[in-house]
């Protein structure tokens, strides 16, 4: 796909552990965003989802299901898919829930790069409160910009929480109240973000 002609659609995968729950609802969430508040760039993105130890074929849990449909967002023709080097190899940047499945990403020269969503969503915050630090250009080069800031945060250690609470945590056993709790930091992060690649 093409943004204005020109620009080819920049793929973005979000990886969870059983693709089940919060990968889904992230790749829902989302594409409403970028619907809702930037239509005339919606062709800018791509938006998939993968899990570390998925078992390919599996529906979204009920919880989940209703969680996005409260949203206006429905998942319920989403399967699971195990994170093979040849799906993530074909995203152009993985958004992971916690550090482990960041790690856990399969070790080859085709693996993009890899963020810890709620990181990546730190440094859009601080990029986006730099003076005029946001590039303009394409959206591959705004999040080369944020990738090379939370590059920054980390060679300085400064992120500005304890490395546990920048896991997104799995809501598998909750109820759907805790789903939606889940999803609604989800999109908070997913909101900064997206508004820095498509400033």
């Known amino acids: 796909m093409k943004g204005d002609g020109a620009e080819p659609a920049c793929r973005v995968m979000f990886v969870c552990f059983g693709n089940i729950c919060r990968s889904p609802m992230a790749e829902g969430l989302a594409a409403q965003h970028v619907k809702r508040e930037h ?6 993105l791509e938006f998939s989802s993968a899990g570390i130890g998925a078992q390919d074929g599996n529906p979204p849990t009920p919880e989940a299901v209703q969680a996005m449909a409260e949203r206006g967002i429905d998942i319920t023709a989403h399967r699971a898919r195990r994170a ?15 550090e482990r499945q960041r790690l856990w990403l399969p070790d080859s020269p085709e693996t993009p790069a890899a963020f810890v969503l709620m990181r990546l969503a730190e440094a859009a915050r601080l990029a986006s409160r730099r003076q005029g630090a946001l590039p303009a250009g394409t959206v591959r080069q705004r999040l080369d910009f944020l990738g090379g800031t939370a590059e920054e945060i980390e060679r300085e250690k400064l992120w500005s929480m304890p490395d546990y609470e920048y896991d997104v945590p799995d809501p598998i056993g909750l109820t759907v109240g805790g789903y939606i709790t889940v999803s609604a930091r989800i999109e908070e992060a997913l909101g900064d973000i997206l508004r820095a690649l498509l400033v």
């Open 84 to 98: 093979t080097p040849d799906i993530v190899g074909d995203a152009d940047l993985v958004l992971t829930m916690e």
């Open 39 to 44: 239509p005339d760039k919606a062709v800018l």
